[in-house]
């Protein structure tokens, strides 16, 4: 799958979308999502042009990939879930339901997050 550049990550990347931001470095952007499923729900994008974890995994430098994690790491703790634990995700593609076309990793935490999968 070819990266489609106006997703709407790639938009507020270019600041034609506002975004309520949380974290941005060299390689980073975190913001609300902006519809939270959870009391805590920030996403987590790489600025790079990365359509899913699948393409960014196969294709990000090892700078990247390490500024993502460690940025990753380093927001769940300034959002307060680090101790309290908090779940990942990343959709991929049409069987992982992904909606936004630019590799992001949601944490989702402040409560008990119940089961891992709901099949529909
Ligand atoms: P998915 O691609 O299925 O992992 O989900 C995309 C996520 O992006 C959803 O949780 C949306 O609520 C969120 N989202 C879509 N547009 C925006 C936006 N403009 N600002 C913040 N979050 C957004």
Redesign the pocket.
């Known amino acids: 799958m070819s990266y489609d550049s106006n997703n709407?990550?790639a938009?507020?990347l270019r600041g034609e979308?506002?975004?309520?931001k949380i974290y941005e470095d060299e390689h980073v952007l975190a913001?609300?999502?902006?519809?939270?499923?959870a009391k805590v729900?920030a996403?987590v994008i790489p600025k790079g042009a990365y359509v899913s974890a699948q393409d960014f995994g196969a294709k990000a430098s090892e700078q990247e990939i390490a500024a993502f994690h460690r940025a990753v790491s380093k927001i769940a703790a300034d959002l307060g879930v680090a101790d309290s634990g908090y779940r990942l995700?990343?959709?991929i593609g049409g069987h992982?339901?992904?909606?936004?076309?630019h590799y992001?990793v949601?944490i989702l935490g402040g409560q008990p997050m119940g089961k891992m999968v709901n099949l529909p």
């Open positions: 709407v990550f938009r507020i979308i506002r975004c309520a913001f609300k999502d902006i519809r939270p499923q729900h996403l995700i990343s959709n992982g339901h992904q909606e936004v076309p992001h949601h």
